[in-house]
């Protein structure tokens, strides 16, 4: 039974910055999607919405202690191998990706919860370990990860795939790995990248070679983020206004209300504006890690820095791509980005770092 106690553990800081920035995606999202232009406002509720039920979903997850997800580790990856196959199999086809499954009028990105689902899975896997002293004690691990890699890469979805891998990096990391075999890990990595490479779909392996040099196809696979460099830039101190960024209302930018809705960001609302938006990831990142750090127990630490990962590769490179350093993955920015799926699944990830939170220490009676 919860006990009230707890609350006085409860990461205020933490929830009120994630519902910041969560207003900011839907005054951004009603902009990006021409919501009082075109007097549809689809978009805008889907994502309050989502929103809505993430917060709730943040109140039914501190309702149980975390370690109990450990005893479902199996059954959480079982389920989530099941949602990942289930896609390929009925799966709904949107922008060359078949990555989400319609059930009526919602449509549900199991890839999503799968990040979670692996954070989970992959923290009770080395909750035990007390240093990976072999390379031969990563080979089980590996292909733990690497069979959902395998299911999205499938689909084709690169960015999802991209942080599976920071996840499992950051958690090993934690867990303890010694040095030679970190090295020999990193060392099959760059081994395996002209294999990778091949394995690629031929847009992707465009919109890598756009990344290095957009110029080369500025009507294609260089439009993007052409565009998005231009918004960003006129966008200058102050920005052109909301409602009022060109590359945003006349349809130039691509993608506005998700991928690039930092573009959008940085043209209508400016330096002033992004500068803001970082500042509240930076922070947000800053109490997930004091949560980590704190957590009573080794579990609670690994799935507290896989969620960090998560989330910081997202920004990095979400922000990243937008702005010509990244090439381009189609990985939507936490909590901001529109997406259902996306946004709730923020949201129960940040449920979970104030499960932790609360629980880190006994409750004195």
Not at 12 to 34: E, P
Request: with cysteine; charged share 15%.
């Amino acid at each position: 039974m919860f006990d009230k106690k707890l609350l006085k553990n409860l990461d205020w800081g933490l929830l009120i910055v994630v519902l910041l920035i969560s207003i900011y995606s839907v005054i951004v999202v009603t902009s990006a999607s021409h919501a009082i232009q075109t007097g549809s406002y689809k978009k805008v509720i889907v994502q309050s919405a989502a929103i809505l039920i993430g917060l709730i979903s943040i109140l039914l997850i501190c309702l149980f202690d975390y370690n109990i997800l450990a005893k479902f580790s199996t059954f959480i990856y079982i389920l989530n191998l099941f949602g990942l196959v289930l896609v390929l199999a009925i799966g709904k086809i949107s922008n060359g990706a078949q990555s989400w499954i319609s059930l009526g009028p919602v449509d549900i990105q199991p890839s999503e919860f799968s990040k979670l689902a692996l954070v989970l899975t992959l923290s009770n896997m080395f909750s035990k370990t007390e240093e990976i002293k072999t390379f031969k004690e990563l080979l089980w691990p590996m292909v733990y990860v690497g069979i959902p890699f395998v299911a999205v890469m499938l689909q084709p979805d690169l960015g999802t795939g991209l942080v599976f891998i920071a996840i499992f990096l950051a958690i090993i990391y934690i867990s303890g790995i010694r040095t030679k075999v970190l090295a020999q890990l990193f060392t099959l990595g760059i081994a395996l990248l002209p294999i990778g490479y091949k394995l690629l779909k031929p847009y992707q392996r465009n919109r890598l070679l756009s990344f290095l040099n957009p110029e080369l196809d500025p009507m294609g696979t260089g439009y993007h983020v052409i565009q998005s460099k231009i918004a960003i830039g006129s966008g200058m101190f102050w920005g052109k206004g909301l409602f009022h960024g060109s590359q945003t209302q006349l349809y130039y930018l691509p993608e506005a209300w998700t991928d690039f809705i930092f573009s959008v960001v940085g043209e209508e609302l400016g330096f002033i504006g992004a500068s803001i938006l970082i500042v509240l990831y930076a922070i947000m990142l800053y109490k997930a890690w004091k949560i980590a750090y704190n957590a009573k127990d080794k579990y609670g630490r690994l799935v507290a820095v896989g969620i960090i990962a998560m989330f910081a590769f997202h920004l990095f490179e979400n922000i990243g791509m937008t702005i010509g350093i990244m090439p381009i993955t189609g990985i939507p920015l936490p909590f901001m980005s529109y997406g259902g799926s996306a946004m709730v699944v923020d949201l129960m990830a940040i449920g979970l770092l104030e499960n932790i939170s609360m629980r880190r220490q006994k409750i004195n009676f």
